[in-house]
């Protein structure tokens, strides 16, 4: 099978020629350079309609000179795929229609790809991974996606803009030209660190604070090369610990990097690390798969071809918010993904993302350990702050009612923190709806005692072997990420991580989003719920 794919969901125009055969992808892609500023949607649609029929020209001649296999009137390609979303409305609706165009006129078969999707499976294809979680960071988005029960599932994405976005907008804001990514990084390397914030809530972060503290310390006269570096200690950091979050949440030991800021030699370097910490393999990609390219389009296209899934053209309107999770992947067979952590009860195996915990009798030590893909900085603040965050918390929420450990001992420099065994297994394996209910009941009560957990995940969870409340009760652990607060939003937040979660892992997780949330009516303010909804409406991919 030979695919030819397009795309211009914002800045690159792009036509290749994938061949299933030999594994051969042709890319030929032409970039939209903004004079000044960002991306225009308008012009950029002007430069999809200038450029995008000079690339599937040079494609599709380039199919026909390298493939004699076939005569002269017959199509030198069995499908045509293209990017269907998300993206620019107005760049989208320009490379559809050359699309369609093209496949009516060889008499082939039209592929709808979801560009994200695209970023991942390039991944996987190149790595031969059977079922990895992905790192997606790219311009527009920034997310984490896992399989599970036959469609790719968001375990955390960016609350704000993506990554790319906001690395150019700060570029944009010291005058440099767009795209700003490279320039960052080339500037890094004269860089020394500075503090910036850090911001991770479970698998979930965002990029706005840490944004406007980086412009203020450029006005304030911090050397932007300086700037640079700690932009890409911190942005890259938070990407990676989410990443090996990921990885522990769902068990897999695979993890793939997609994404046009998946270039940055600097984000590699600290996904291979972490991996390699936890004896997971990586892959990223070669830059011309991981920037947006048609080849993955066509790549893509071609699994999705060989499975029967193209559109007729009546049903191929484009879709400028098109999720990840709403694909139904029809390319790959029921195999398990993001598997759930079955053995999370198993007590030598006590390794959580962040910590390992040693389990002596009923106490256990919990010992965050220096993580090598952070700078030594950022690592020991980070290890510190979490530590003593989490034993004022665990303390503070035991008095707001809620079941945690009893701390035993806290050693500040040694980022150790002695507690009380609890449970027997956590949610991860498995959560009834009375369990849910409990969560969003103890949720509730923290938030009226100004308490945010800050990563309120299954694993997080305790519950007895069988899974009955230990003692009538469910513990709630690891409050590292945690603060108080008296915002509304940030107890949202906690609701989404939760509920985040649990349709990260769950095969039927609705009955079980729905009792968390009856479970904090009958406690909390109803005001958080209805801030719930607006938070679950935004930073999705624009
Ligand atoms: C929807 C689609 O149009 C969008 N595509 C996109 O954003 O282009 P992509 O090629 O994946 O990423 C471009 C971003 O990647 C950044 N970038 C490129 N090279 C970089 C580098 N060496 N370091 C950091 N960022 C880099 C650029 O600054 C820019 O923000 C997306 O995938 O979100
Ligand atoms: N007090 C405790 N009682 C029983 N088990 C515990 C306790 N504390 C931690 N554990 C076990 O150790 C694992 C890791 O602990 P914890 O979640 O606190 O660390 P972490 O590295 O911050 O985890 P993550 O970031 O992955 O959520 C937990 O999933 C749990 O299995
Ligand atoms: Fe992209």
């Given at each position: 099978m030979r695919v030819l794919g397009v795309e211009g969901t914002a800045w690159c125009a792009s036509a290749a020629v994938f061949d299933a055969e030999t594994d051969a992808v042709f890319i030929e892609s032409d970039p939209y350079e903004p004079d000044s500023g960002g991306i225009h949607p308008r012009e950029a649609a002007e430069h999809m309609g200038d450029a995008i029929p000079r690339v599937i020209e040079t494609a599709l001649g380039h199919a026909r000179e390298e493939y004699d296999d076939r005569g002269d009137d017959e199509p030198p390609v069995d499908a045509v795929a293209f990017s269907r979303g998300p993206g620019l409305g107005p760049c989208l609706r320009v490379v559809a229609t050359a699309a369609r165009a093209l496949a009516q006129t060889l008499g082939v078969?039209?592929?709808?790809?979801?560009?994200?999707?695209?970023?991942?499976?390039?991944?996987?294809?190149?790595?031969?991974?059977?079922?990895?979680?992905?790192?997606?960071?790219?311009?527009?988005?920034?997310?984490?996606?896992?399989?599970?029960?036959?469609?790719?599932?968001?375990?955390?994405?960016?609350?704000?803009?993506?990554?790319?976005?906001?690395?150019?907008?700060?570029?944009?804001?010291?005058?440099?030209?767009?795209?700003?990514?490279?320039?960052?990084?080339?500037?890094?390397?004269?860089?020394?660190?500075?503090?910036?914030?850090?911001?991770?809530?479970?698998?979930?972060?965002?990029?706005?604070g840490i944004m406007s503290a980086a412009k203020d310390a450029y006005d304030d006269g911090v050397p932007v090369e300086d700037v640079c570096f700690a932009l890409q200690e911190h942005v890259f950091a938070m990407l990676t610990e989410v990443a090996e979050r990921a990885l522990s949440l769902t068990g897999t030991d695979e993890l793939v990097l997609g994404g046009g800021v998946g270039q940055n030699a600097r984000l590699r370097e600290m996904l291979a690390s972490m991996c390699e910490e936890r004896g997971a393999r990586f892959h990223a990609p070669e830059p011309r798969f991981l920037r947006d390219n048609a080849g993955m389009i066509a790549v893509l296209g071609a699994k999705m071809a060989a499975a029967g899934d193209t559109v007729a053209v009546a049903d191929s309107a484009i879709d400028p918010d098109f999720r990840p999770d709403q694909v139904p992947v029809t390319w790959r067979s029921g195999e398990s993904v993001a598997r759930v952590p079955g053995a999370s009860d198993d007590a030598a195996d006590l390794r959580g993302a962040e910590a390992t915990v040693e389990v002596r009798g009923d106490t256990v030590a919990k010992r965050r350990l220096p993580k090598a893909y952070r700078h030594p900085e950022l690592d020991a603040t980070l290890r510190r702050e979490r530590t003593v965050a989490e034993a004022r918390l665990l303390a503070a929420a035991r008095r707001a009612g809620v079941p945690t450990p009893l701390v035993r001992d806290v050693d500040v420099p040694e980022a150790t923190l002695t507690m009380q065994f609890v449970g027997a297994r956590d949610l991860a394996a498995g959560s009834t709806v009375d369990h849910a209910r409990t969560v969003g009941e103890h949720l509730a009560r923290l938030h009226v005692a100004g308490i945010v957990h800050g990563d309120p995940t299954t694993r997080n969870a305790r519950v007895g072997r069988d899974g009955a409340p230990e003692d009538g009760r469910l513990f709630l652990i690891d409050f590292g990420l945690g603060f108080q607060s008296d915002h509304v939003e940030d107890y949202a937040m906690d609701l989404h991580v939760f509920e985040q979660s649990v349709e990260g892992t769950a095969t039927d997780p609705a009955p079980l989003v729905a009792a968390v949330e009856e479970g904090y009516r009958a406690v909390g303010d109803d005001a958080v719920l209805d801030r719930l909804r607006g938070v679950e409406g935004r930073g999705r991919y624009r």
């Open positions: 078969p039209l592929v709808g790809v979801n560009h994200m999707v695209a970023h991942l499976e390039i991944g996987r294809h190149r790595a031969g991974f059977d079922s990895p979680v992905c790192l997606n960071a790219s311009g527009a988005n920034a997310h984490l996606l896992g399989f599970h029960d036959g469609r790719y599932r968001v375990l955390g994405e960016t609350m704000d803009t993506g990554v790319g976005n906001a690395l150019d907008k700060f570029t944009r804001h010291v005058g440099w030209s767009h795209p700003g990514g490279p320039k960052i990084e080339a500037h890094a390397a004269d860089g020394e660190f500075v503090e910036l914030p850090y911001v991770v809530k479970g698998m979930d972060f965002s990029f706005s």
